[in-house]
C-alpha cells in the first residue's frame, strides 16, 4: 500500500511569506491520483488541488501543486491570513484512497 | 448549489447501535461515488469507504472492513454509516464526501470535491 509522508509537520511562517509543502509517496505514483486538500479548525477539508496541478473551482492562483513520481509540493506564493491551516495530500490506487499526516501551517 | 446534508451530533454508550447520514442534493446523486473520513480527535483524515448509489457497489478499507457498514438509498439521494457495536474508539467526527473518478483526455483524475460539514459521533459510558 502506498505511504504519504509529509512534512514538515509544522510550518511557522508569516502573512505575505511564501510557504512550500512537501508531501512523499512511497513508490512512484500517477500525478493524476494526487490531489491537495485545506482544512480549518472546527471546518470540513476543502479541495484545492487534484491531478497534482489543477486548481479546484474557485481557489485562488497563489496556490499551486506540482511534481512527479514520488515527490509532490503544493505552494502558497504570499500567504494570507486565511490560508493558515492544516494541509493534507491524497492518493488513490488499487481501490484504496489514503491522506498523508497533513502539515500545519501557523502564524509565526 | 451541489451539497451534502450530514445528520446531527450524536452521544452514545459503548455496545450501542448508530446509523449517520449523508443527503446528496443538487446533483445527481446514483452518478457519483460517495464515503466517509473519520478524523479522531485533533488527529489527521482516515478513508473509511465508498459506494455507489447507483448499484450500490461498495468498497471498504482493510481498516474498517468488517467494523461498519455502508449503504445507499438513491430512493432519498441519502448515504448511510452504520455501526452494530460502538466502541468509545468510535469516538470522532465522521465527513462524507462526494468521490470523483474523473476522465479527462485519456486520463483518470481521482479526488473528493463536495465534502459535508461531518457528524461528532461521542461514545462514552
Known amino acids: 500500500d502506498i505511504v504519504l509522508t509529509q512534512s514538515p509537520g509544522t510550518l511557522s511562517l508569516s502573512p505575505g511569506e511564501r510557504a512550500t509543502l512537501s508531501c512523499r509517496a512511497s513508490q512512484s505514483v500517477s500525478s493524476t491520483s494526487l490531489a491537495w486538500y485545506q482544512q480549518k479548525p472546527g471546518q470540513a477539508p476543502r479541495l484545492l488541488i487534484y491531478?497534482?496541478?489543477t486548481r479546484a473551482t474557485g481557489i485562488p492562483d497563489r496556490f499551486s501543486g506540482s511534481g512527479s513520481g514520488t515527490d509532490f509540493t503544493l505552494t502558497i506564493t504570499r500567504l494570507e491570513p486565511e490560508d493558515f491551516a492544516v494541509y493534507y495530500c491524497?492518493?488513490?490506487?488499487?481501490?484504496?484512497?489514503?491522506f498523508g499526516q497533513g502539515t500545519k501551517v501557523e502564524i509565526k | 448549489e451541489v451539497q451534502l446534508v450530514q445528520s446531527g451530533a450524536e452521544v452514545k454508550k459503548p455496545g450501542e447501535s448508530l446509523k449517520i447520514s449523508c443527503k446528496g442534493s443538487?446533483?445527481?446523486?446514483?452518478?457519483?461515488?460517495i464515503g466517509w473520513v473519520r478524523q479522531m480527535p485533533g488527529k489527521g483524515l482516515e478513508w473509511m469507504g465508498i459506494?455507489?448509489?447507483?448499484?450500490?457497489?461498495?468498497r471498504y478499507s482493510p481498516s474498517f472492513q468488517g467494523q461498519v457498514t455502508i449503504s445507499a438509498d438513491k430512493s432519498i439521494s441519502t448515504a448511510y454509516l452504520q455501526w452494530s457495536s460502538l466502541k468509545a474508539s468510535d469516538t470522532a467526527m465522521y465527513y462524507c464526501a462526494r468521490h470523483r473518478f474523473d476522465s479527462i483526455s485519456y486520463y483518470y483524475y481521482y479526488y473528493m470535491d463536495v465534502w459535508g460539514k461531518g457528524t461528532t459521533v461521542t461514545v462514552s459510558s
Open positions: 491524497q492518493h488513490y490506487g488499487s481501490s484504496l484512497w489514503t
Open positions: 491531478g497534482a496541478s
Open positions: 443538487g446533483y445527481s446523486f446514483t452518478n457519483y461515488w
Open positions: 459506494i455507489y448509489p447507483g448499484d450500490s457497489d461498495t
